[in-house]
């Protein structure tokens, strides 16, 4: 069940966060971006994009919202683990991005929770730094986790893209003295979870 959580290896997050970072520079603004584990290079802007990516790449034609809302109580106290792109700021007047940012949500009572949103440490003092823009933020993370659902739902057609994994490869400008859920981490870090 845990490595259903793991979409993505960490080679492929690599090249999927220097693609973020780049068109991260390109748009200067969006950090909500969808991808498909069939292809990590294509992005999809809205999550509704990415819907209609599996109903038509997929060939899973009675995929939709409501339809996902349904499948959301058959989890019920499952615990998701999101690993994400997003961008921060410090009191210091410091703001970054971070190319791996983690949180763990929960389906509870029908409804996906955020339970918890592991803080980034900023690298020039050393305080926690917040997230930007919250709360496209807990929207984001609520249909990352329908993602997930999505490809639990149809194993059969999104298994084969599950097999290769490595997880020896460093991901590139992350720090772990500066990331709390790598220091909670038993092998200290974060990418291994
Ligand atoms: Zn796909
Ligand atoms: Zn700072
Ligand atoms: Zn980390």
Redesign the pocket.
């Known amino acids: 069940m845990k490595n259903l959580l793991k979409i993505y290896n960490p080679i492929k997050l690599n090249l999927l966060y220097k693609y973020r970072n780049l068109s991260y520079k390109i748009h200067k603004v969006s950090y909500y971006k969808f991808y498909?584990?069939?292809?990590i290079n294509k992005e999809f802007l809205e999550f509704i994009d990415f819907i209609e990516?599996?109903r038509i790449?997929?060939n899973i034609k009675d995929i939709n919202l409501d339809l996902l809302n349904k499948i959301i109580p058959n989890y019920n106290k499952k615990k998701f683990g999101v690993k994400f792109y997003w961008g921060l700021h410090c009191t210091c007047g410091n703001s970054f991005t971070s190319s791996l940012c983690n949180a763990d949500l929960i389906i509870k009572d029908g409804k996906i929770t955020l339970l918890r949103l592991y803080k980034l440490y900023c690298i020039k003092c050393k305080k926690i730094a917040d997230f930007k823009y919250k709360n496209i933020l807990d929207k984001y993370l609520e249909e990352r986790v329908l993602q997930k659902l999505i490809y639990k739902q149809y194993k059969d057609v999104f298994s084969k893209y599950d097999q290769n994994k490595d997880y020896k490869e460093l991901l590139e400008g992350h720090k772990p003295e500066l990331c709390e859920k790598c220091r909670l981490s038993k092998s200290g870090h974060c990418w291994e979870d």
């Open positions: 498909c584990k069939c292809n990516h599996i790449s997929h």
